[in-house]
């Protein structure tokens, strides 16, 4: 009988977590950053995972000013700042030392507000993607993350 994807994964030490196409096409994903939920959307082309400055005191970050300027999502040099060592779980994988950006996630709400989508606190990208060795299953609408 031949193995599943989902079998095949879960074999190998990964977890399983369910995503949401939105109607803008994107994958929402719940995630929580140093104890709080929140959702966000998962970015394959997004290097550096993200939060909105509002969600600085919600997710109880540490913050410092950064001379990286953010372009995406429709908009070009914009002001960010880092925090450093947060911890970031996904259904059961978590890491405990991860760098987020922050920037103004205003015009990405915007936009998901327009299209009747519920707006984030922030973007999941390549970077928690990457340390979690991550396989994104489309048509069955998973992520698995290596524990």
């Not at 915007?110 to 707006?119: C, D, E, F, G, V």
């Amino acid at each position: 009988m031949e193995q599943t994807l989902q079998e095949f994964l879960l074999e190998k030490g990964y977890t399983k977590i369910k995503l949401h196409l939105t109607k803008t096409n994107h994958f929402e994903i719940k995630a929580s950053i140093n104890g709080k939920k929140g959702l966000f959307i998962l970015d394959t082309g997004a290097s550096s995972s993200c939060v909105g400055f509002e969600g600085i005191d919600r997710f109880k970050m540490k913050v410092k000013d950064s001379s990286i300027l953010a372009a995406g999502a429709g908009a070009i040099d914009m002001e960010t700042k880092m925090s450093r060592k947060n911890k970031v779980k996904i259904g059961k994988w978590n890491h405990d030392k991860v760098v987020l950006v922050l920037f103004n996630l205003v015009h990405v709400n915007t936009a998901l507000i327009n299209h009747n989508s519920k707006p984030v606190d922030g973007i999941i990208g390549a970077d928690i993607l990457k340390k979690g060795k991550a396989v994104i299953d489309y048509e069955k609408k998973y992520l698995y993350l290596k524990l």
